[in-house]
């Protein structure tokens, strides 16, 4: 009885020569993809668990689903990276996919509509290997986006405290 290697060998070399190209070629790309989606994970949140450094949040239920957030709430996704740069291409790209509605379309439910694992990761996997493409444009555009954060989370600032001094204005004057 030949062993079973040597039975696979056999049969390998009876295949046509495009198949076996196919084949590698698969194996190639399969090794490829994993390789690049080591260094992320996407996994449903659970409540009481502890994750490394570098993570962030993503919103999975409701009208903002695909929504990135820095802190936990009961409905949510985790996406952990190796290092606190992938994290915040992530993150950016994630917000920036939210913010034009791309997840919309990928939403199910009639009451409470709810975004998939599966159909994020491939939003997510599909948006990075695009970000990768034009990645000069892509970090000057999130660059972009960090600013107009900063300037509406001033902005916002700005109004609480006008906000404050009217109601200290009115205080004053009925006291």
């Known amino acids: 009885m030949l062993p079973a290697c040597h039975l696979f060998r056999s049969s390998l070399a009876r295949l046509p020569a495009s198949l076996i190209i196919r084949l590698r070629f698969s194996s190639a790309l399969r090794q490829q993809k994993n390789a690049a989606t080591m260094q992320i994970q996407i996994k449903t949140h659970q409540h009481n668990h502890q994750y490394p450094l570098h993570h962030f949040f993503i919103l999975s239920k409701g009208n903002n689903a695909g929504k990135p957030l820095d802190k936990p709430c009961p409905n949510c996704f985790v996406v ?8 915040q291409r992530l993150f950016w790209l994630c917000f920036g996919l939210w913010q034009g509605g791309f997840f919309h379309r990928h939403l199910c439910g009639s009451v409470i509509p709810f975004i998939r694992l599966p159909e994020l990761k491939t939003i997510l996997y599909e948006a990075r290997a ?3 493409q034009r990645k000069t444009e892509y ?27 009217k109601k200290s204005l009115m205080g004053k004057l009925l006291r």
């Open 80 to 87: 952990i990276t190796t290092c606190p740069i992938e994290k």
């Open 130 to 132: 695009k970000a990768e």
């Open 139 to 165: 970090e000057k555009t999130v660059h972009a986006m960090n600013q107009i954060l900063h300037l509406q989370q001033n902005l916002t600032q700005q109004l609480q405290l006008i906000q404050q001094y």
